[in-house]
């Protein structure tokens, strides 16, 4: 898909969306990003109050076909993905084939 041509029809036009959104019904213009993940746990830094806590989100693009209307999504924050699999309670695991 990201080279251009359809995985699932062989078409050739093919929208590229940056960052999947949704709506933010809270506001009438605004967004937020459509993330794989939302896990709030430990950032592994530590501020004056002790360990911090953060949101570990993974964004996502996507690639439609214009023919068929195929989607491929692609999650855009490996790194992140990586460190949620290495850590317990996250519901991320890496599956790896033996
Ligand atoms: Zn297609």
């Given amino acids: 898909m990201k080279d ?4 699932h029809c062989e078409g050739t036009e093919i929208y590229e969306i ?3 959104r949704i709506p933010n019904y ?3 213009n605004g967004v937020d990003a459509l993330t794989l993940t939302a896990h709030y746990g430990p950032s592994g830094e530590s501020g004056m109050f002790g360990a911090k806590s953060a949101r570990s989100v993974v964004r996502i693009s996507a690639y439609v076909c214009a023919a068929c209307a195929y989607t491929e999504l692609y ?3 490996l790194d992140v993905l990586d460190r949620l699999a290495n850590t317990s309670g996250t519901g991320v695991h890496k599956v790896t084939r033996s």
Avoid at 4 to 7: E, I, K, L, M, Q
């Fill in 4 to 7: 251009g041509t359809c995985t």
């Fill in 18 to 20: 940056e960052e999947a």
């Fill in 26 to 28: 809270e506001s009438s």
């Fill in 75 to 77: 999650a855009q924050n």
